[in-house]
């Protein structure tokens, strides 16, 4: 029985990479012909797209980084700050959305942090809660700096617990109903089935 779950689960897991493999290609192609045709917002998405399209050896993740910072300094060089903050955007959203499977994307987050404050501290002003005193300027970049920096995707961790608790469940659960390897009493599926639970209880409380 555990050598059929394992085949399903690298199955599964093969089907998921050539998947991902294919969003980048596709969105890598969507985002050149974008801006051939003068098309910035759309190639900056399809970009992004492929930012996020994780797979292991693709080299199309890396390339939507790239062509989003492209295309986020070419923006600013014309003068094009919405085009600009939008590429920006893109590249914290991609990296947050990826940490888990890219490993530390925090280098791209503080830098798109640290540009996006620098424009929005160029293009408008705001008000402070604190003091109700209007910012402009380097205070304004420091303000927008700081609620930038707060970060409230799930972590890695959280991630992790709940992947790792989803597998042991459903293996649990499939080793009850199935009756499992003989040598393996039910109580040891029951036990993987309550690990595998408060596992993902724990993932959703970090």
């Known amino acids: 029985m555990l050598i059929r779950v394992a085949l399903a689960v690298v199955v599964l897991l093969s089907v998921a990479i050539a998947r991902q493999y294919s969003i980048g290609a596709r969105s890598m192609s969507a985002s050149d012909a974008a801006l051939s045709r003068g098309d910035a917002p759309a190639a900056i998405d399809e970009a992004r797209?492929?930012?996020?399209?994780?797979?292991?050896?693709?080299?199309?993740?890396?390339?939507?980084?790239?062509?989003?910072?492209?295309?986020?300094?070419?923006?600013?060089?014309?003068g094009n700050w919405a085009d600009c903050a939008?590429?920006?955007?893109?590249?914290?959203?991609?990296?947050?959305?990826?940490?888990?499977?890219?490993?530390?994307?925090?280098?791209?987050?503080?830098?798109?942090?640290?540009?996006?404050?620098?424009?929005?501290?160029?293009?408008?002003?705001?008000?402070?809660?604190a003091t109700g005193e209007t910012l402009t300027g380097a205070a304004l970049e420091e303000h927008l700096r700081e609620d930038l920096a707060r970060d409230e995707h799930p972590s890695a961790v959280a991630y992790v617990a709940l992947g790792a608790?989803?597998?042991?469940?459903?293996?649990?659960?499939?080793?009850?109903?199935?009756?499992?390897?003989?040598?393996?009493?039910?109580?040891?599926?029951?036990a993987l089935v309550a690990a595998g639970a408060l596992l993902a209880i724990l993932g959703c409380m970090l």
């Open 165 to 190: 608790g989803g597998i042991l469940f459903y293996v649990g659960v499939a080793g009850l109903l199935t009756g499992g390897p003989k040598r393996w009493p039910a109580k040891w599926m029951a």
């Open 49 to 78: 797209a492929a930012a996020e399209a994780r797979a292991p050896f693709s080299p199309y993740p890396d390339r939507g980084f790239e062509r989003l910072t492209e295309l986020a300094h070419s923006a600013e060089q014309s």
């Open 86 to 129: 939008r590429a920006w955007r893109a590249v914290r959203s991609a990296a947050l959305s990826t940490r888990v499977t890219a490993g530390d994307g925090r280098p791209r987050v503080l830098e798109a942090n640290v540009q996006l404050a620098r424009i929005g501290a160029r293009t408008r002003s705001d008000v402070s809660a």
